[in-house]
């Protein structure tokens, strides 16, 4: 019993969290002939998408074990979830600095994320320094290609305080979204030509 409560208080918010972004997610997958791509700006939206819809995430934190993701990959995609985001080299510096779970996780691996369980070592400055190097570097690379890899169709943001996208607004257009509790969700094209998939 004394288990229980504590992993329900711990878990409390985002299970709340997980339960009011159903709405906003059913919205988010709606049509498409394709399975449906979703930029969710928080990773507890983002991992409950394959939950409650046939829809993808564009990256969650479990995504590589859920949709059977390589590590390279799985990077790539976070990365553009970062840029997409907003979220600067020297944020994820700070993240990296302090070992937020689901930061270095997807940079180095869930292995040098807990090292005092897995038996590896904590990250080291040299290793921060190159990945804040190369995430800048993808950043300033990014360009129509990466933007093909996938198409965005929606995106899911916060209804009160709802951040400004730039990046993401430099690639697609938004309609003009739908308010579904505390979410709002908007519909994507893109304003480049969309590659070929290989």
């Given at each position: 019993?004394?288990?229980?409560v504590?992993?329900?208080?711990i878990?409390?918010?985002?299970?709340?969290i997980?339960d009011?972004?159903?709405?906003a997610?059913?919205?988010?997958?709606?049509?498409?002939e394709?399975v449906?791509?979703?930029?969710?700006?928080?990773s507890?939206?983002?991992?409950?998408?394959?939950?409650?819809?046939?829809?993808?995430?564009?990256?969650?934190p479990?995504l590589p074990s859920?949709g059977?993701?390589?590590?390279?990959?799985?990077?790539r995609?976070?990365?553009?979830?970062?840029?997409?985001s907003?979220?600067?080299?020297d944020?994820?510096?700070k993240?990296?600095r302090?070992?937020?779970?689901?930061?270095?996780?997807?940079?180095f691996?869930?292995d040098?994320?807990l090292?005092a369980?897995s038996?590896?070592?904590?990250?080291t400055?040299?290793?921060?320094r190159?990945a804040?190097?190369e995430?800048?570097?993808?950043?300033?690379?990014?360009g129509?290609?990466?933007?093909?890899?996938?198409?965005?169709?929606s995106?899911?943001?916060?209804a009160?305080?709802e951040?400004v996208?730039?990046?993401?607004?430099?690639?697609y257009?938004?309609?003009?979204g739908?308010?579904?509790?505390?979410?709002?969700?908007?519909?994507?094209?893109?304003?480049?030509?969309?590659?070929a998939?290989?």
């Amino acid at each position: 019993m004394a288990e229980s409560v504590s992993a329900t208080r711990i878990n409390a918010i985002p299970t709340e969290i997980r339960d009011l972004s159903v709405p906003a997610i059913r919205e988010a997958a709606k049509g498409g002939e394709r399975v449906n791509v979703i930029l969710a700006t928080n990773s507890i939206t983002a991992d409950a998408i394959p939950t409650f819809s046939t829809a993808r995430p564009l990256w969650a934190p479990h995504l590589p074990s859920a949709g059977h993701v390589e590590p390279a990959e799985n990077k790539r995609l976070y990365y553009t979830y970062l840029y997409y985001s907003g979220f600067s080299a020297d944020e994820l510096k700070k993240e990296l600095r302090a070992n937020t779970f689901d930061v270095v996780a997807p940079v180095f691996g869930p292995d040098r994320a807990l090292p005092a369980l897995s038996g590896g070592h904590p990250l080291t400055a040299a290793e921060i320094r190159a990945a804040t190097v190369e995430f800048a570097a993808f950043c300033a690379a990014f360009g129509e290609k990466q933007a093909s890899e996938p198409i965005v169709d929606s995106v899911i943001l916060p209804a009160q305080d709802e951040p400004v996208l730039s990046n993401l607004q430099r690639w697609y257009e938004y309609d003009g979204g739908t308010t579904t509790g505390e979410f709002r969700v908007y519909r994507l094209k893109p304003k480049f030509q969309p590659q070929a998939a290989k």
